[in-house]
């Protein structure tokens, strides 16, 4: 029992030095030159882990909204909405907002990919329960 104990000990410190030592990069590129129009990114490395970096999705704070191009305005028609995936604008001026997650899937074998997929999934916002819902927003003032 203890020969075991000592290997899963060897084992994890063998994985750990190995994770550490694999994430060690140093930018070859100013942070300024990744901006802009025509941005100055380094070529995409392919390696044995993929590297993952899942920008959270942040909404605008409240007042302000973006910056329109001369002679257009943005104005917030609605708001709150969950997970909104389709917009559909009716005939009168009224729009229907679809919300929805992802739809059920069905129950799986465990897989060290697909665990691996869950976690990244859930990190992106994808965990969460879907909404499920269509809202009709009413165009009050006929604009």
Request: net charge negative; glycine share 12%; proline share 9%.
């Amino acid at each position: 029992m203890q020969r075991i104990f000592i290997i899963g000990v060897i084992a994890l410190a063998f994985v750990g030095t190995g994770m550490v030592l694999t994430s060690c990069e140093q930018a070859t590129v100013p942070i300024d030159a990744g901006y802009g129009q025509s941005p100055a990114l380094p070529a995409p490395k392919a390696g044995l882990i993929p590297t993952v970096n899942i920008a959270p999705a942040v909404g605008w704070p409240q007042g302000t909204t973006p910056v329109a191009a001369t002679g257009f305005a943005v104005n917030e028609y609605a708001g709150g909405f969950d997970d909104p995936r389709w917009l559909h604008v009716l005939p009168n001026g009224d729009v229907l907002v679809a919300e929805s997650n992802a739809p059920e899937k069905p129950e799986a074998k465990f897989s060290l990919k697909g665990w691996v997929m869950g976690i990244v999934m859930e990190r992106a916002g994808a965990g969460v329960p879907s909404a499920d819902r269509i809202t009709l927003v009413r165009d009050a003032d006929g604009d």
